[in-house]
């Protein structure tokens, strides 16, 4: 497994093999999380205890969802993780992945005045990174997408909260984005 630091705080780790591996040996969760595994995409994510997770599909992108509230119940949620592995992306629109990623942190960083962090971009192992924080309709967003063009995808998180909820509810999210696991099949 190879840790790269891609922002203060979080740590990506990326493995690049052959095809999707099974679900790896990861690593001690920390205390009040654990591992949700994200089979179709080979993706590990950090799961607070008694939050939900619900999977979707539309086309080719799926869609993971680690949340507090209950999505079957409620129809949606205020706050939780959103995972869009969107592959193909560059092809379809003329471009890389990487460069998807980074429009889209300039198009979600428009309004300046709701701009609360801008992550530069960086490198984690094989793929780059792109993120930024932005206030919305009364909740925060924070999106970090981590764009592999050598497979033209695009792993999108997005962690939002209510504004007036978002300290309590980023001391998890925080946790959450630290550590993903995501195994990048080589080209």
């Not at 193909?88 to 198009?107: H, N, P």
Request: some cysteine.
């Amino acid at each position: 497994m190879l840790n790269c630091k891609t922002w203060i705080p979080i740590i990506v780790s990326l493995v690049a093999t052959v095809a999707h591996a099974e679900k790896p040996n990861l690593p001690s969760p920390p205390t009040g999380f654990e591992w949700q595994w994200c089979e179709d995409v080979s993706v590990g994510i950090l799961k607070p205890h008694q939050w939900h997770y619900k999977t979707a599909r539309k086309n080719a992108t799926r869609g993971y969802f680690i949340t507090q509230e209950n999505i079957e119940d409620t129809g949606g949620f205020n706050t939780g993780l959103s995972l869009n592995v969107i592959p193909g992306v560059g092809m379809k629109r003329g471009g890389t992945a990487s460069e998807f990623a980074k429009l889209f942190i300039q198009e979600a960083t428009k309004e300046k005045e709701s701009v609360l962090l801008v992550i530069p971009p960086n490198q984690a192992g094989p793929a780059q990174t792109f993120g930024c924080r932005i206030k919305k309709d009364g909740s925060v967003i924070h999106n970090f997408l981590i764009a592999d063009d050598a497979n033209d995808v695009v792993y999108m998180f997005i962690y939002e909260s209510p504004e007036q909820d978002w300290e309590e509810a980023w001391s998890k999210g925080q946790t959450m984005l630290r550590k993903l696991y995501i195994d990048l099949p080589e080209q």
